[in-house]
């Protein structure tokens, strides 16, 4: 369920680190959480966000909820399809559902993040 | 099972716009009795329209059945029960009617001179004065909207004094079973915004508080009774620690349902909150507004209140612009003026030991229902309610039904739904309001239906899954709805 090359938040997202990009989504649980997601907020490529800080927003037909980067960086690239198509964060939450591509500017932040096997534990003890 | 409801002729009805036929009208003028002028020649060219493109032409009798038709679609407070939570969807009485429509209120003009709108002010000073006596503050401006609109007043006032010190500060503390206008509101008056979480008990964390405030902080922006219905015990004690580092307490009044007459948000510490008269003080609501969002603050706060302030000058009442600390105007004139004539016939029918009884009815109604619901529903924070009950629909859920299969199914029953999903800290949320408005047979009217429909639930969930049967239009796409708008009519144009 929960890819064991990604890392994980306790706020949902998950950080996919290649080279120094990290590639960032939201995770199945939270799509679970969230139900039937009708619109994303990204930034703007370019934007620079700290770890924490805000990513945008995503919108399902129960609330608004805020994405919190798991790592700073710079913007280098948003996931466009979402804009006509945010259920691919339902159907497809770890792959084409990714929502931003990040520049990492501090790679030692991801040690921080919970891996798959801890996230899974902590989802548990969420429910 | 289903007692309030039976199905009824209800009429189809096309746009107004697609009913138009050229030529037809609904009025009629007398002869003209004087020299007919060309407006054209008057006027010039470019002041004069010919007609309005599209413009829908009707009988009489056609636009009364249009609008006729239309209104007995809808569900309203004089239909039944609304038990919208945190929305205090109470009845709003007839004298509040009756008053606005006195002749000298209803057709006041704004631009009228001080001399001849005496009794207007006579209005607004009296209703300041008595909404600082019940929220125990010292001033009151009455020219904010509706509650976000009273929030951001109340924040920019706080965040002026602190100007005014030298020390605008960063930051504003929320609670996360705050209202999401809380949030929005220290955004736009230009803070970052920290939330605390509650306690497991769904309270204010007074020790993390105690931890967190510190120099940045401007402001605890907290709702009391929160939104879980429970009163924040510690309240009193979280405005000490807020003081004492220099930071202020403002309160969301969005529940003052459940304090009116009986505790002041001025004696436990609060420096401003706003009111919402719309909710707790019976004015129109929802679309029916528009609603009205005073301000009260303590008397550190009262140099920065919007201009015009009211004033004595002799026996006379006046308006007095020249205040150099204000804020400046939140809304054009002085407010919904006629919403504020509405609320202060409210006050002065029920008195003081009326207000307070209101608010004993509206938390008796509240703990009645958690009473009989308790053995249906989950009541994931167990603290002692005050005007509203929140449960969980995690019973209902183990067969898939949700808190929105339960609010449809809710509406077949003939109840207007509750709150949905909210509070965002309890999962699948049920909140609901009775208000003091609701007697013991319409409660339990109420609860019978949600009995009826917890026990559907388990024998039946698909027929909950799948409601409503009994309105007009089956089950909507919200999804679809939502993601793929048509947001304009296009006439001719499927």
Same mark, same amino acid.
């Given at each position: 369920m929960y890819p064991e090359n990604f890392r994980y938040t306790k706020e949902h997202e998950w950080v996919l680190v290649e080279g120094d990009t990290g590639t960032i989504g939201i995770t199945d649980h939270a799509q679970e959480e969230l139900g039937d997601i009708v619109y994303v907020d990204l930034p703007k490529i370019g934007a620079r966000i700290e770890q924490g800080g805000s990513l945008g927003s995503v919108e399902s037909v129960k609330a608004v909820s805020d994405i919190y980067s798991p790592a700073g960086g710079e913007v280098t690239d948003v996931n466009q399809a979402l804009a006509d198509a945010p259920e691919k964060l339902n159907t497809d939450p770890h792959g084409d559902g990714w929502l931003v591509k990040i520049r990492l500017s501090a790679p030692e932040e991801i040690a921080e993040l919970m891996t798959a096997a801890d996230y899974r534990k902590y989802v548990e003890a969420e429910k | 099972m289903i007692h309030n409801v039976r199905t009824h002729i209800s009429q189809n009805e096309a746009l107004l716009f697609e009913r138009s036929s050229p030529g037809k009208r609904a009025y009629q003028l007398p002869e003209l009795d004087v020299p007919p002028v060309d407006a054209l020649a008057a006027l010039g060219a470019g002041n004069v329209r010919a007609g309005i493109d599209g413009f829908p032409e009707v009988s009489e009798v056609e636009a009364i059945r249009h609008f006729t038709r239309l209104s007995t679609w809808n569900y309203a407070i004089d239909h039944g029960m609304y038990p919208l939570g945190s929305c205090t969807m109470k009845y709003n009485p007839r004298v509040n009617e009756l008053v606005a429509r006195i002749e000298g209120l209803a057709w006041a003009h704004p631009y009228q001179p001080e001399a001849l709108a005496q009794g207007s002010m006579e209005v607004m000073a009296r209703l300041e004065a008595m909404l600082a006596e019940i929220t125990g503050m010292d001033a009151v401006t009455l020219q904010p909207s509706a509650g976000a609109h009273g929030e951001l007043t109340g924040i920019l006032l706080i965040r002026a004094l602190l100007e005014k010190r030298g020390d605008p500060r960063k930051k504003i503390l929320v609670p996360d079973? #705050?209202?999401?206008?809380n949030p929005a509101t220290a955004a736009i008056a230009g803070y970052a915004v920290e939330n605390i979480k509650s306690t497991e008990t769904g309270l204010l964390d007074v020790s993390a508080l105690e931890r967190i405030v510190d120099q940045d902080v401007a402001a605890l922006m907290v709702t009391n009774p929160n939104t879980l219905g429970v009163f924040e015990e510690n309240i009193a004690r979280a405005a000490e620690i807020l003081h004492a580092k220099g930071a202020m307490l403002y309160m969301d009044g969005a529940n003052m349902n459940a304090l009116?007459?009986? #505790?002041r948000p001025g004696d436990f510490g609060v420096d401003a909150l706003h009111l919402n008269l719309h909710k707790t003080f019976s004015t129109p609501h929802g679309g029916g507004g528009p609603g009205a969002g005073p301000v009260a603050v303590k008397k550190a706060l009262?140099?920065?209140?919007?201009?015009p302030r009211l004033k004595r000058s002799g026996k006379r009442w006046a308006w007095d612009y020249k205040r150099k600390r204000s804020i400046g105007r939140v809304r054009a004139f002085y407010g919904n003026f006629g919403v504020l004539v509405r609320a202060l016939a409210y006050i002065l029918a029920h008195g003081g030991p009326g207000l307070r009884n209101a608010t004993v009815d509206a938390v008796m109604n509240a703990v009645y229902i958690r009473k009989r619901l308790e053995p249906y529903y989950d009541l994931p924070y167990g603290s002692p309610n005050m005007h509203e009950v929140v449960f969980s629909d995690a019973r209902q859920a183990a067969h898939g039904v949700r808190t929105g299969d339960i609010a449809k199914r809710l509406i077949d029953y003939g109840f207007h739904p509750y709150t949905v999903s909210f509070p965002l800290i309890v999962h699948g949320a049920l909140m609901i309001e009775p208000t003091e408005t609701e007697g013991k047979a319409e409660l339990d009217s109420f609860i019978d239906a949600m009995i009826s429909i917890a026990k559907e639930a388990e024998t039946d969930p698909q027929l909950v899954k799948n409601a409503p049967y009994n309105t007009r239009t089956s089950r909507v796409d919200e999804v679809s709805a939502a993601r793929k708008p048509v947001l304009r009519w296009k006439g001719g144009e499927g």
């Open positions: - | 079973s #705050a209202h999401g206008t009116v007459g009986i #505790a009262e140099p920065f209140l919007p201009v």
